[in-house]
Structure formats: structure tokens, C-alpha cells
């Protein structure tokens, strides 16, 4: 199967320098570079490259083989600069991990490895490099999570649906993560990508940061910024056409960023290129109530000039306005009051190889059930701005056990994880992976999801360390009792759902299934609602009713 072929010609790369007038502050040989630079001016080749798919002998891997792919990228010699060259072969290897079922030939996959080695002769401004390195996630402490479906067909034909994935870096002190969620689709037709949303998650043993960039339709995003799960950032951008950028006070105040503070830096600073000489230099955050206006004045060669930063911005970026403001927010490393779930001053580190906690290490009050406001009934608390483990206004029975903390999502699509505490986790709406680690937890599911795209994830259900799956009956409309039927495969589903009995559960792929529809054939309103990784043995005593 060879991989198509790339487009004959790289698009032209946007650089904004024009727009802002900065080649007059720059020498000449720097005013090449910009033009030397520019992809438009450079040329490329792509030489097909093959894939060979294959199975492990228990159907739990699946490899894609990529071989004979090379490509050569040339940068022209540009006045008195070097041509610049790179000619490379690339062979590597990605598995997937999780279950194949051979009668469908179908395959849900869970985590994912690569490994290869790349070589080839580059020259880089005149100087030659020869490169021949292998590279592994493994090795260099990157781990892969997917969730995803793979149909192998016949004559080589084969399908990729993704929905959400996750690479997370550690060395064993601090670890990042970049998990990405939408649809990706890939067959020998072509690929297609939908981005719902994007998040950055850094841990380390004093503190933790993380990002969650939401895209939405008509070219409108947003993004909220959180420091050990206190909001001090927030981004909200229309295409093209306005972002508005808003920081906490708190922040700004940490790490010392006022007037006096930038000036400090620069006060005696005298910047020479070629023949211009820059000094001067004054920076003001202009502000004045929450609006920022941030702006930099310098004298240059006797000239006074000025730039504000917003307007730099907006030219630069081609926006038509952009706005800086203060946020108001609690106090960073506060202790658990509101603000969103509250804030603590440490967060534990995360295990090598695993995608950092994005909950603080000190359970925060929550934040109480208001008038007007849709709340958790069952926890009696909101949803949360950030992943947050709180302390329950009010202990929940759940079969017999009260519980005191919960680990809460966001009401969109989150990975929640858990500590070695007994806990709830809670994701409620949207599509999201819930990890209890260790201690004896309830996956409690009050909203009522059904499908492939909005069920959630159970990573590690282990009824051995008194696991448990809770469901509300006032969401699964009708449910009175709590009865199971085990079935394995897509077959002996459809039989399953004239059982009677209210939930199915397919052993086969540890999908779980409300069926609304009674004896009758199909499921009715209801539908898949958790899948169970790795398709652990599931009881009906494994499910409560609260």
C-alpha cells in the first residue's frame, strides 16, 4: 500500500514583519534571513514510502510498519548565505495496544508505542551533518494514550477512527501532557481531523499548570488557563477577526511584573544594530481598572518612537482588534476556598509514564449548589472550571459506603483521575476517561450519555479492590433494579437486549449498555454508556443504584 504523495510545492508562510516595519531595525544581513527563510522560496520532494499492517499472535496488537519513506528538502544559497540541505529516510514502527475481534474484524485500541530510526546526510549553512539515530517513546520517556477503533478489511482496505489522543512526557520528577479530542479519521481514501478541543497539562512536585483550548464552530475558540486548578488566564478569539486575552492580578503580581519591575531591566540598556542604536527604553502595562494597555517607547538614532502592544499584536497576528484586561480571580496557592474548586499550594508528581493528575493534592472545598444554577444533585455540587477533587458538602451513600471526596470534571469531555483514596469520580456531560487508580471507587454516572461518541472510558475498573459503577435512577429513565446480562459480541447483543434485563454487558470488548427498550428488540432511548478497558469480568452486585 504506498502512502499518496505530498503536495509538489510548500504554501508561503505568513511572517507579519512587513506589517510592522521591523526590517528597518534590522541590518541587512538580518532583512536576508527573512526572505531566506520563507518556505515559498524553497523546494522539497516526498519519495513514496509503504505500510505493512499486521497482527501479534493473541490479536492484542496491532503494528503499522512504515518502510522506504525519504524526502529532501533544499533552502537556495541566498546573497551571501549557504545553500542549506537535508536529504532523510525515515523506518519506524507504531503498535497499538488493546483487543481485536476477528469475526467483525474490528479492533478497539487503548495505548499506543512508536519506534524507528531516521538517517540521512544534512548540510546546514555550509556545514556538513550526517544523522543515523533510533528513537523510541520508551526511551525517551513518552507515553501514548488513544481511544479509537480500527476495521481491518479485505484487499488491504482498513479504517482509522480516533477520538481522543494523549502524549505525555516524564522523567521522573516533572511530566507534561498534550491530549487532543475531535475525530480523526484515516483509510487509503485520505485523512480527515475535527478538533473539538486541545489541553496541556505540566506537573511537578511543587506545582501544576494546565490549558484547555476549546474549538467551536465559525472559527470561534477559547482557552482558560489554570495554576494548581486556580483560573489566572483566559483567551477568547474569533478567527481572524478579535481576541481578547485576559490575566489574573495574582499572576502578574507572583512573578513581580509591574512597571517599576520591567523598567528596572531595562534602565541602561543600549541596543546597537549596525547603524541603528536603540536606548532609552521605557515599558509601561498601562493600567487603568482591569484594562491593559501595554506599550515600550525608545529613542532610536535621536528619534522618539513608541508601540503599544496591543496594536503590534493586532498587526502582527492580522487580527482586526485585540484586547489585554485583568482577571479576577482567588488568590494563586490560596487554600480551598471557591474560585472554581480552589486552588493548593502542591501537587503530587506523576508517575513515569503516566499522564500527570490535573487534581490538587489537598481536596478543596466544593462549591455549593446556588439558585438558578444547574448543580450535581447527587455530590450537590457544580461542575467544576478545571479537574478538581473536593470535599462533598454532604457524605454519599453509595450502597452502604459513604464517601467524602470526589474528583470532578468540567461538563465537557475530561481525563479524571484518581489518588489511593476511596473517591467518586464524576464526569458528567460529555465524553470522558475516568482512571480510579487505587482504593475502592465509584464511577458515578447521573448523566445519561448514550453512544460510541459521548460514552465514557473506565480505564481500571477492578472489582477486587471494591470498584464500583453508580448509576442515578432519576437520569436512566425507568431503571427500578439492577440487574445484568453478559453477552460476547455483536451477535449475542441483539439477543441480550430481549432479556429484560435493564443493563448488558459485553464481554467481549467491555462495553456496558442500558437497555430502555425491556424485552423488546433493540435498546430503545438507551444505549452504550461505558466502555471498560481491557474487558474486566462484571457482575450485577459491581453496579449500585443511587
Known sequence: ????????????????????????????????????????????????????????????????????????????????????????????????????????????????????????????????????????????????????????????????????????????????????????????????????????AYQDAVQSWQANVNILDNGQYNASIFRNSALVGRINGDSRSSLSVELSADLLAEFNINDTSLNALLTGQTLEFSDQQVSEITATLGQSGSDLSPSIAFDRNGTDESYALETVLQQLLGFQSVDLRLLNTAPIGGGGGGGGGGASSSAPSAPAGQAPPVTPATPAPGKPEAAGETADSLLGVLP????????????????????????????????????????????????????????????????????????????????????????????????????????AGKGALKDGATSGNPFIYDASNGRLYYDANGSKPGLGDGGLFAILQGAPALRAGDLALV
Request: net charge negative; charged share 20%.
Open 1 to 200: 500500500m504506498n502512502l499518496e504523495s505530498l503536495p509538489a510545492e510548500l504554501s508561503s508562510l505568513y511572517l507579519g514583519l512587513g506589517n510592522l516595519d521591523v526590517r528597518a531595525l534590522l541590518p541587512t544581513a538580518y532583512q536576508d534571513y527573512v526572505d531566506y527563510l520563507n518556505p515559498a522560496n524553497h523546494s522539497y520532494s516526498v519519495n513514496r514510502g509503504r505500510i505493512d499492517i499486521g497482527f501479534d499472535d493473541t490479536n492484542t496488537s496491532l503494528s503499522f510498519n512504515l518502510q522506504d519513506l525519504s524526502a529532501s528538502y533544499v533552502i537556495p544559497a541566498y546573497n551571501e548565505i549557504p545553500e542549506s540541505s537535508a536529504d532523510v529516510s525515515l523506518s519506524a514502527m507504531l503498535r497499538l495496544k488493546g483487543s481485536y475481534n476477528a469475526v467483525n474484524k474490528k479492533g478497539t485500541y487503548n495505548s499506543a508505542s512508536l519506534e524507528g530510526v531516521i538517517s540521512g546526510e544534512i548540510s546546514f549553512l555550509g556545514q556538513p551533518l550526517s544523522l543515523n539515530e533510533f528513537f523510541s517513546t520508551q526511551s525517551v520517556g513518552l507515553s501514548i494514550d488513544i481511544d479509537g477503533d480500527i476495521t481491518i478489511g479485505s484487499k488491504d482496505r482498513w479504517r482509522l477512527d480516533l477520538s481522543s489522543i494523549a502524549v505525555t512526557y516524564s522523567n521522573g520528577f516533572s511530566s507534561l501532557t498534550t491530549a487532543t479530542t475531535g475525530r480523526f479519521k484515516a483509510s487509503r481514501k485520505g485523512v480527515s481531523l475535527d478538533v473539538d478541543g486541545v489541553s496541556f
Open 384 to 487: 467544576q472550571q478545571a479537574v478538581t477533587k473536593l470535599t462533598l458538602p454532604k457524605p454519599l451513600d453509595i450502597d452502604g459506603r459513604l464517601f467524602n471526596q470526589a474528583v470532578v470534571g468540567t461538563g465537557r469531555s475530561d481525563r479524571i483521575s484518581g489518588s489511593s483514596d476511596d473517591e467518586i469520580l464524576a464526569g458528567g456531560v460529555g465524553r470522558d476517561r475516568l482512571s480510579g487508580k487505587a482504593g475502592a471507587d465509584a464511577f458515578l454516572f447521573e448523566v445519561a450519555e448514550f453512544g460510541k461518541r459521548k460514552a465514557d472510558t473506565i480505564t481500571d475498573f477492578n472489582r477486587r479492590q471494591g470498584d464500583q459503577i453508580a448509576i442515578s435512577a432519576e437520569a436512566f429513565a425507568g431503571l427500578n433494579q439492577l440487574k445484568l446480562t453478559n453477552v
